[in-house]
């Protein structure tokens, strides 16, 4: 924990899952940490997806368990709508069958500890830059499949906006 008054840091409670490439997003005053992979720094490295959230109370210096996404991935985006739900869109995943990118978008209401999911974006992407402005959720970028693909030209340079107010009631 780093305190800029004093620029210094102090240790606190570690993540119940050490992991890599997954979301923390903060929402009043909790942290909560979302997806990522074990087993791997790289997706085709025998890495695992996690579905885990974890809920950070700094008050208590506490990790708790909250409901898993519904989807487990990892390099995905993330934003927060009215300081109320944490929205992660796009991401990667690898099992024996396939390895891709995700085009799905799911909101989780930390109030409910609920998820929902949303409609998709347009294009399947990892690697993305996402954030929310007003009631618009913005993905910028990304990688169209996942790692060592063999694909040209798989960069996005593309974005698009998912209209919030309108999916989440």
């Not at 840091?9 to 997954?22: E, K, P, Q, T, V």
């Not at 997003?25 to 085709?44: L, Q």
């Not at 993305?128 to 009631?135: E, M, P």
Request: glycine share 10%.
């Amino acid at each position: 924990e780093y305190d800029p008054a004093t620029n210094s840091w102090r240790s606190r409670r570690s993540l119940l899952l050490a992991r890599n490439h997954h979301v923390a997003a903060g929402v009043g005053n909790r942290i909560y940490v979302i997806g990522g992979r074990v087993s791997s720094a790289f997706i085709t490295g025998g890495s695992n997806n996690v579905d885990l959230v974890e809920m950070y109370d700094p008050a208590a210096d506490l990790w708790t368990a909250r409901a898993r996404m519904p989807t487990a991935r990892s390099a995905m985006g993330v934003g927060v709508y009215k300081d109320q739900y944490i929205v992660a869109a796009g991401g990667e995943g690898q099992d024996q069958r396939f390895l891709a990118a995700f085009k799905s978008v799911e909101a989780f209401d930390p109030t409910l500890n609920r998820w929902h999911v949303l409609p998709s974006m347009a294009r399947q992407r990892h690697g993305l830059a996402v954030g929310v402005i007003g009631n618009r959720l913005y993905a910028v970028s990304g990688e169209a499949q996942s790692a060592l693909h063999g694909l040209e030209h798989a960069s996005l340079a593309t974005h698009e906006a998912l209209q919030l107010d309108l999916v989440i009631k």
